[in-house]
Structure formats: C-alpha cells, structure tokens
C-alpha cells in the first residue's frame, strides 16, 4: 500500500522558518521524482519544488526561490522542504507528490504564515 505522509505544518510568523517532511512507504522511493505541491483556498494547486530521484537536480518555483530547499534522504524514503523567510502569500496546504509510472500523492499539511 502507497503512502505518502506530510508533517512539519503549522503556524508561524512572517520571516519564519519551518521544515516539512514527507515518509513514503510501498514502492521503490530511490526511483521516484518527488515534489512539493501547494494549494492556497481559491487558489490552483501550483508546483513549489522538485528534485530526481537521485537528488541531483532540484528545481523551484519562481517565488520561492532562495527562500526554500528541497532534498531528499532515501535510505528514510523521506523528502524535504526547508522554508525560511517565510511570508503570508506562503500560506496554503502543502502537498507531496511522488511521479515515475505511476503519480501518488499525499494527504497534505496545512501551513499558516501569520503574525
């Protein structure tokens, strides 16, 4: 059974930091692209970050970028998101997305930035 399991969500202040992890169980993680995903209400589900399988190649979104870090640690089949200088136009729920064959996605984790 695929999983794909967000945590690291919540609220925090404008120019803070938090750090989202994803736990993936039931296929081969090492393989997989993975990628964050977010989505504010009223909002299209937009990409915020995304690396290879191997960890080599990240790519970021326009407004995150030199604020935000994905990576990823395969022998814990977990994928990252570091973000700091956060700012409210950041709040939304943050989604996990795996993609190879096949496109899994997790339950997503809300991320509030508010003073």
């Known amino acids: 059974q695929v999983q794909l399991v967000e945590s690291g969500g919540g609220l925090v202040q404008p120019g803070g930091s938090l750090r989202l992890s994803c736990a993936a169980s039931g296929f081969t993680f090492s393989i997989y692209a993975m990628s964050w995903y977010r989505q504010a209400p009223g909002k299209e589900r937009e990409l915020v970050a995304h690396?290879?399988?191997?960890?080599?190649?990240?790519n970021y979104a326009d407004s995150v970028k030199g604020r935000f870090t994905i990576s990823r640690d395969n022998a814990k089949n977990t994928v990252y998101l570091q973000m700091n200088s956060l700012k409210p136009e950041d709040t939304a729920v943050y989604y996990c997305n795996a993609e190879r064959w096949a496109v899994y996605w997790g339950q997503g984790t809300q991320v509030t930035v508010s003073s």
């Open positions: 690396i290879t399988g191997g960890g080599g190649i990240t």
